[in-house]
T-cell receptor, first 113, second 115 residues
Framework: EDKVVQSPLSLVVHEGDTVTLNCSYEVTNFRSLLWYKQEKKAPTFLFMLTSSGIEKKSGRLSSILDKKELFSILNITATQTGDSAIYLCAVSNRGSTLGRLYFGRGTQLTVWP | GAVVSQHPSRVICKSGTSVKIECRSLDFQATTMFWYRQFPKKSLMLMATSNEGSKATYEQGVEKDKFLINHASLTLSTLTVTSAHPEDSSFYIC???????????FGPGTRLTVT
C-alpha cells in the first residue's frame, strides 16, 4: 500500500530557529514529491521535486529529495511567526494519469515570538 | 499562477438537507479535479477524482450516492452532499490540474457545518 509519512507531527520553536521537516514515502512508480503550506485555508504550493540531490530554494525555505532512501526534507531557516502552519508532503506516481496525490498527515509548526 | 475558487466558503445546513459546493478553475482548463475532505488536525483525504465529461472515480469507503460529483465543463466541478448529517461536517477542498501535470492547484476550501 502506498504511503507517505511525515515527522515530526508537531514542532514548536522560537523565532530565529532553524527547523527541518521530514517526509518519507513508499509509492510505486514514483513521479514527484510536493510540499505544501497550509494555514487556515487550503494548501499553497511550495516546491515540487523530481530529481535526487537537487536543492530547491525559495527565500528561507529549501527542500531536497533523496530517491534512493525515499525521503525528502524541508528546511526553514530564521523562522518567523508567519511560518506557523501545517506543512504537507505529497507524492504522485507515474501509474496514475489522473495525477493522484498521496498526502502525509502533515507537520504542525508553531513559531513563538 | 493558476487560480481555483470554491463557493461557498462556509455553509451551515440542517440535517437531512443537501448542499452543493462549486469548484472553478478561473484561468486554466482543468482536465481533472479532485475533491478532498479534511478533519481538524488531520491530513487531506481524497474522496474522488473527476474528469470533465465522465463519471467520477470514488475512493474506497466514500459513498458515491451521498457525495455526488459532476464535472460538466473544463472549468467547473460540483460536489453535492445529499441528506447531510452532522458527521458530514468537515472542511471540503477541491483541487484542479491540467493534463499530465503532477501539480495540483487548490481551492480555498468550504467549511460545512450540519446542525
Amino acid at each position: 500500500e502506498d504511503k507517505v509519512v511525515q515527522s515530526p507531527l508537531s514542532l514548536v520553536v522560537h523565532e530565529g530557529d532553524t527547523v527541518t521537516l521530514n517526509c518519507s514515502y513508499e509509492v510505486t512508480n514514483f513521479r514527484s514529491l510536493l510540499w505544501y503550506k497550509q494555514e487556515k485555508k487550503a494548501p499553497t504550493f511550495l516546491f515540487m521535486l523530481t530529481s535526487s540531490g537537487i536543492e530547491k530554494k525559495s527565500g528561507r525555505l529549501s527542500s531536497i529529495l533523496d530517491k534512493k532512501e525515499l525521503f525528502s526534507i524541508l528546511n526553514i531557516t530564521a523562522t518567523q511567526t508567519g511560518d506557523s502552519a501545517i506543512y504537507l508532503c505529497a507524492v504522485s506516481n507515474r501509474g496514475s494519469t489522473l495525477g493522484r496525490l498521496y498526502f502525509g498527515r502533515g507537520t504542525q509548526l508553531t513559531v513563538w515570538p | 499562477g493558476a487560480v481555483v475558487s470554491q463557493h461557498p466558503s462556509r455553509v451551515i445546513c440542517k440535517s437531512g438537507t443537501s448542499v452543493k459546493i462549486e469548484c472553478r478553475s478561473l484561468d486554466f482548463q482543468a482536465t481533472t479535479m479532485f475533491w478532498y475532505r479534511q478533519f481538524p488536525k488531520k491530513s487531506l483525504m481524497l474522496m474522488a477524482t473527476s474528469n470533465e465529461g465522465s463519471k467520477a472515480t470514488y475512493e474506497q469507503g466514500v459513498e458515491k450516492d451521498k457525495f455526488l460529483i459532476n464535472h460538466a465543463s473544463l472549468t467547473l466541478s460540483t460536489l453535492t452532499v445529499t441528506s447531510a448529517h452532522p458527521e458530514d461536517s468537515s472542511f471540503y477542498i477541491c483541487s484542479a490540474t491540467t493534463s499530465g501535470s503532477p501539480e495540483q492547484y487548490f481551492g480555498p476550501g468550504t467549511r460545512l457545518t450540519v446542525t
